[in-house]
């Protein structure tokens, strides 16, 4: 029934088409919230500026959480101070972003782990972008050849974890990470890295979706057959239910896939999971996801902010490519960034870190609960630029 309904789908939207967004500068706070990051990250790098150290969190005593040079978050630090250059255009952020994304080329050759797209590819993007120096592509280019030594042709899909209960995990994180590869295309004119971009998403949306387009957080393979072993979470509340910034990696994936394949497949699936995010928060009163959507009632009031910010950049994208449906993409969009520029959701101490509150990273574990996290800063000031270059040539800066 699926593939019917995909089938009949894919035929009636073949076509991107653009509209022009009346953008209003009084819809949201976006000069306010820039110059409150400005500030929190000028006093943190008063205090604790050091290269090789990449801000992720906060402690309860206000004292920051860092992560080290192969920190899986370490990209989003320089690659929120690429956003305060973009935004402002003061050239000492450049300074600090070029500071910051240099010492992470030493993550270009690691083979350990999938997120060099985190890693690498948002900082070093960026700066390519920014100064169109030619070493930062040389960095983005190896990184991606690095990343691809964790396909498994007869899984077809990138390994997530060498660790844990599992045999061969693919976490729907992973999506994210894609886009290095499709950027090393770009860059090289070499197939193979876009080959195996493809290869990873058509085996993933085999087992990825649910009937009703939620996501399961962990595929394990049988690495010597392929064949799939489990569909398991590992930091939503159970394997049956819906971790909330999970669905938003697979809006935000797939959407990015779209955008280098133009697979009117891919498309389908990001809006499913999309429209999955929008129909659970719709009844929500501030429209911020819980951590997972099936959670108890009794869990329900722990939010993830970072599940909101993600998917709102997300949309923003996605709103492009579909006819019909660009003004409620871009409605539920900002429906949650007006909640997170609120002081409920935004942190307005400007002798703090990091502006987002109420991020949750692994509450299955009992981890990061409703604190600040590093990569929610980062994607509500991309949500933010995106929104204020809405059809612009400068919108996926």
Not at 8 to 20: D, E, M, N, P
Not at 36 to 54: E, I, N, P, V
Not at 244 to 272: D, H, K
Not at 299 to 316: F, G, P, R, V, Y
């Amino acid at each position: 029934m699926r593939l019917l309904i995909i089938f009949c789908w894919i035929f009636s939207h073949t076509q991107a088409r653009f509209t022009h967004h009346p953008f209003a500068s009084d819809t949201l706070p976006i000069h306010r919230v820039v110059q409150l990051a400005a500030q929190q990250t000028k006093h943190y790098l008063s205090a604790h500026r050091d290269t090789l150290q990449f801000l992720h969190s906060e402690h309860a005593n206000g004292e920051p959480v860092e992560a080290n040079l192969h920190g899986w978050t370490a990209g989003f630090f320089p690659g929120k101070l690429w956003y305060l250059y973009a935004f402002t255009q003061n050239p000492f952020w450049k300074q600090e972003a070029l500071a910051y994304t240099q010492p992470l080329e030493a993550d270009d050759t690691l083979t350990t782990t999938h997120d060099l797209g985190f890693m690498v590819g948002i900082p070093f993007e960026k700066a390519y972008k920014a100064t169109h120096h030619t070493p930062f592509r040389e960095v983005l280019i190896r990184a991606a050849r690095s990343l691809t030594q964790r396909f498994h042709p007869q899984v077809g899909e990138i390994k997530s974890w060498d660790g844990g209960p599992w045999h061969y995990p693919v976490i729907v994180d992973n999506l994210m990470n894609l886009e290095l590869l499709f950027l090393a295309t770009k860059l090289t004119d070499d197939s193979s890295f876009y080959r195996i971009a493809v290869s990873h998403i058509n085996h993933d949306l085999r087992y990825r979706f649910r009937n009703d387009f939620s996501t399961y957080h962990v595929l394990d393979y049988d690495p010597e057959t392929g064949k799939l072993l489990a569909r398991k979470t590992w930091q939503g509340y159970a394997d049956s239910s819906c971790w909330s910034r999970g669905q938003a990696w697979a809006i935000y994936g797939l959407t990015v896939a779209y955008r280098y394949t133009r697979n009117p497949e891919y498309l389908f699936y990001a809006r499913q999971a999309a429209d999955y995010f929008i129909n659970h928060i719709k009844t929500i009163s501030d429209h911020i996801p819980p951590w997972d959507f099936n959670a108890p009632d009794s869990l329900q009031q722990l939010k993830d902010a970072s599940a909101a910010t993600i998917a709102a950049s997300a949309l923003l994208e996605l709103s492009n490519y579909v006819p019909g449906k660009t003004h409620a993409y871009e409605h539920w969009a900002v429906q949650m960034l007006q909640s997170l520029c609120m002081p409920t959701y935004l942190n307005t101490d400007s002798s703090g870190f990091l502006l987002v509150k109420h991020a949750t990273g692994d509450a299955h574990h009992h981890r990061e609960m409703d604190v600040p996290l590093i990569y929610a800063d980062y994607y509500l000031l991309q949500a933010l630029w995106r929104y204020s270059h809405m059809h612009t040539a400068d919108f996926l800066f």
